[in-house]
């Protein structure tokens, strides 16, 4: 395994000083974020797409510093019904065609979630039965049948036509693909081509043992994100895991996104390292830093220094 830093946290700095940063760090590689709800600027796929010069240039300040494009990360909500949908599949499919003309064989998004029924305007996250009411069974079929997998066989299309050779899916909340269940659904209509983003972090706060996951997943898992969540003592034992809160309210929730070691400690880390490599997989693992319990330079410093110490070369 080797390991990489999703660039999203380094928005701020600009190509170049990302770059060196992500030298100074010590890492291999680098997850590029761009589209989508990525503010990062690294990634302007529609300039890069349209001169050939600008992408030599591109990957020529890449390769100079040793550094290589695990992925290309366009996550958003290709799904959604009205204008951040449009501009999430435009961002998606410019996206696709990058890494073609950059060589780079995986792209890191989300399944995407529609609404519940045609001319709905809100995203719906069925999630607790669809017993009551009965009609929540056609609504999670119709955004099953009617609407995500269409959307994802035109997917799988344009990456054969691009050269994309995997497409790795965050196991993320509001997403229809949220866990390996979900993903062998997709996966099961559109082919092999789909895999999943193994992120533990979500299913730590979802009460699922990632572990267990990958044991399920097995050639399934297509990227591993290093991202840790802690469930936070005393607050989840009052109200439960189902959280309302935005992530800035730290303090108040019942779970938050930690750096890796500051929710499970690294003998969790060696042991699903451990078995993931065993399953199979020897890739890219990057890190995802979104600890706002403490600065970002020091999450991603001991982050880092935890993933070292914990993946499975």
């Not at 080797?2 to 010590?26: A, H, R, W, Y």
């Not at 529609?46 to 600008?54: C, F, I, R, V």
Request: charged residues 20%.
């Amino acid at each position: 395994m080797k390991l990489s830093i999703c660039t999203d946290c380094m928005g701020e700095l600009s190509f170049t000083e990302m770059l060196d940063k992500c030298v100074s760090l010590g890492v291999e590689g680098i997850e590029m974020t761009g589209g989508g709800w990525s503010s990062a600027p690294h990634v302007r796929a529609g300039e890069l797409l349209s001169d050939a010069g600008k992408r030599r240039s591109f990957l020529k300040e890449i390769e100079a510093r040793g550094l290589s494009i695990a992925a290309l990360n366009c996550s958003g909500n290709p799904l959604d019904p009205g204008a951040l949908g449009a501009k999430h599949r435009k961002d998606t499919e410019d996206t696709l065609r990058l890494a073609g003309e950059l060589g780079v064989k995986k792209v890191v998004m989300m399944s995407g979630l529609p609404p519940a029924a045609p001319g709905d305007t809100i995203p719906n996250w069925i999630t607790y039965t669809v017993s009551w009411p009965a009609s929540l069974k056609d609504a999670l079929d119709y955004q099953w049948n009617d609407v995500a997998i269409p959307y994802w066989h035109g997917l799988v299309r344009l990456a054969d036509e691009a050269g994309v050779e995997r497409f790795a899916l965050e196991n993320f909340s509001s997403m229809l693909v949220w866990n390996p269940e979900t993903l062998f659904r997709l996966r099961d209509a559109v082919g092999p081509k789909v895999g999943l983003n193994l992120d533990p972090s979500h299913l730590f706060w979802m009460g699922a043992d990632p572990i267990a996951a990958a044991r399920a997943l097995g050639p399934a898992i297509h990227h591993v994100h290093g991202k840790d969540a802690r469930i936070e003592r005393g607050l989840a034992a009052v109200n439960g895991l189902l959280e309302t809160k935005p992530v800035e309210d730290t303090v108040r929730r019942a779970w938050n996104y930690v750096a890796v070691g500051a929710g499970h400690d690294l003998q969790w880390w060696k042991e699903f390292f451990s078995v993931v490599r065993m399953l199979g997989y020897n890739d890219w693992v990057s890190l995802e830093m979104e600890d706002l319990t403490m600065s970002v330079e020091a999450g991603i410093q001991s982050s880092i220094s935890a993933l070292q110490a914990a993946i499975s070369r």
